[in-house]
């Protein structure tokens, strides 16, 4: 299976580009190739490339062919640096497009010739009108998905969609948000990285909304103290791992699901790598270091990630403090550095082993437990599972940067500014890299 994913905003500006025109157009994506451990491979769009009048040989209502120059110079460049190609071009009309029999022959010609000056990679064709898209790998017939990430996970164009089934036991849902949306969830793969006190409130929640496919990942066991937080832990789980008791749980509401445990820590690069087979990540996490891990995978792999947070301040016995967190990160969305959430320091220390930490003569001391209460999670994590529904299930909320303050009872949405030169979230940054950059993460 293939999947052609690229940021929303690249999606509506090659809609505005190829479409609405006099004549067909096209235009070149240069996409970084990365794989997940089932074999899917995902073509990542890093940058689009239109070409200008000179580089077409035809162009007109129902033609476009580039030049051979031209593509002789786009495929030099796609092989040094490591590139994918899709070629895009537009149909007429407000239908959905197809692929055309003159279509098929120019990308056969296409094929050979990438065979022969650029193998090894996949490479694909889009075909773009009014009505949506459609994609294919380069010369065959075999059909792709594509996917869009932004404030939505829009699932442009899926060859595979099954018909809906077993959709009675979520017939409220369905009544809310359709069999579409309620079909959307159930095919979603979420990873849940920390099952704690909100972490174990998400996975209880999608289990009941119907989603069949979690990664789990928690180092911990559970303690003593951790009772009065982590949903579904009895006393006898003490010293058993998170992720498990959170699996119980799921299994037992749906025996049909599938539940990958991860029992390690997301700052390694072991760990941190499972998260590439996740649509969607939950980031249920307390330390700035894995919130820079999963940042970075959120934008290097096009993969979202809902963060939700609480924080509860107590002064010389009082509560001073209620705070609630939701963010989503994602193409368009300002990352945590963006949002100057994330403490140099504190990423630096977590990123240590506990032999690094007693040798450095800046850390001092072990991090005090921070207050928490399930109410507060309960709360909070209802607002990130409820993003999640607006981004895929067609739930109107607009959202995504809620802060929550307990104390005045009020929600407020933050509307962050990126900087187009941040290194994790922009394009002069670690957008759509793939594996082609590193991940900033504790090597094993």
Not at 87 to 111: Q, T
Not at 207 to 218: A, E, N, P, Q, S
Not at 267 to 291: M, V, Y
Not at 393 to 417: D, F
């Amino acid at each position: 299976m293939i999947e052609l994913v690229l940021a929303s905003t690249d999606a509506d500006a090659i809609r505005d580009q190829l479409t609405g025109g006099q004549n067909e157009a096209c235009a070149i994506l240069y996409a970084n190739e990365t794989s997940r451990t089932d074999g899917t491979v995902r073509l990542l769009v890093r940058e689009v490339q239109y070409p200008t009048q000179d580089d077409y040989t035809k162009r007109g209502h129902v033609e476009a062919e580039l030049s051979p120059d031209f593509v002789a110079r786009v495929t030099k460049r796609a092989r040094r640096e490591k590139y994918s190609l899709i070629f895009a071009h537009s149909h007429p009309g407000i239908e959905a497009p197809i692929f055309s029999h003159i279509d098929s022959l120019g990308e056969k010609r296409l094929a050979a010739f990438l065979a022969h000056r650029h193998p090894g990679s996949e490479h694909a064709a889009l075909v773009v009108s009014e009505g949506g898209m459609r994609a294919r790998r380069l010369g065959k017939d075999e059909e792709i998905c594509v996917i869009a990430i932004g404030s939505y996970r829009d699932v442009i164009f899926d060859p595979t969609m099954p018909s809906p089934s077993n959709l009675e036991i979520y017939d409220r849902q369905v009544r809310a948000f359709g069999s579409t949306g309620q079909q959307a969830l159930q095919r979603l793969r979420i990873a849940i990285v920390g099952l704690g006190g909100t972490g174990s409130l998400v996975a209880q929640q999608l289990v009941h909304l119907g989603v069949r496919h979690l990664i789990l990942i928690d180092p911990d066991v559970l303690e003593s103290t951790n009772l009065n937080r982590v949903a579904n832990a009895m006393p006898g789980d003490i010293g058993h791992p998170k992720v498990e008791i959170a699996a119980r749980y799921i299994n037992a509401v749906a025996m049909d699901s599938t539940v990958t445990c991860v029992a390690g820590d997301v700052t390694r690069s072991s760990t941190a790598k499972e998260l590439l087979n996740a649509d969607i990540i939950f980031g249920c996490t307390d330390s700035h270091g894995s919130r820079a891990v999963l940042q970075q995978i959120s934008y290097q792999y096009l993969i979202p990630c809902i963060d939700v947070g609480t924080t509860i301040a107590v002064s010389e016995g009082s509560v001073t403090h209620i705070y609630g967190r939701v963010q989503l990160l994602a193409p368009g969305h300002a990352c945590f550095t963006c949002s100057s959430l994330l403490d140099p320091n504190e990423v630096r220390r977590d990123m240590m082993s506990d032999f690094e930490r007693q040798a450095d003569p800046y850390i001092r001391g072990a991090r005090e437990p921070a207050p928490a209460v399930m109410s507060l999670n309960s709360t909070v994590v209802s607002l990130g599972v409820t993003m999640l529904l607006s981004m895929v299930a067609g739930i109107p909320v607009g959202a995504r940067h809620i802060l929550y303050n307990a104390i005045n009872s009020a929600l407020r949405n933050v509307r962050a500014q990126s900087d187009s030169n941040c290194y994790i979230c922009s394009h002069a940054g670690g957008l759509a890299r793939g594996d082609s950059w590193p991940l900033n993460a504790r090597q094993d």
